[in-house]
Nanobody, 124 residues
């Protein structure tokens, strides 16, 4: 079992920045891929970004490219989602997740473990 604990988030004005963190309880193949998803009420959980173990492969949804940066510190079992130039449409509950599935990093159903979620609200 892997536990993912998130921190960060909150309220920020449009154009501002926030950093989300996600720490894993163990270092196993189940955390080889770490991802972030987001969800707004009434909509499906949406892929945001994912990173592999070495950090050599990082995927982003098009709408956050150039604004969000995903990184990881394996010594701390932690991933960081730096979010810059935030827009109101980035408002959502953000979830970190982990999987050992290398082929479906953008697929919500591929992830086995999930963090508790954290609210990000971007005001106009």
């Amino acid at each position: 079992q892997v536990q993912l604990v998130q921190s960060g988030g909150g309220l920020v004005e449009a154009g501002g920045s926030l950093t989300l963190s996600c720490s894993a309880s163990s270092r196993t193949p189940d955390v080889y891929i770490m991802g972030w998803f987001r969800q707004v009420p009434g909509e499906e959980r949406e892929f945001v970004a994912a990173i592999n173990w070495s950090g050599s492969s990082i995927d982003y949804i098009d709408s956050v490219k150039g604004r969000f940066t995903l990184s990881r510190d394996n010594a701390k079992n932690t991933v960081y989602l730096q979010m810059n130039t935030l827009k109101p449409e980035d408002t959502a509950v953000y979830y970190c997740a982990s999987t050992r599935d290398l082929l479906r990093v953008t697929a919500r159903e591929a992830y086995n473990y999930w963090g508790q979620g954290t609210q990000v609200t971007v005001s106009f």
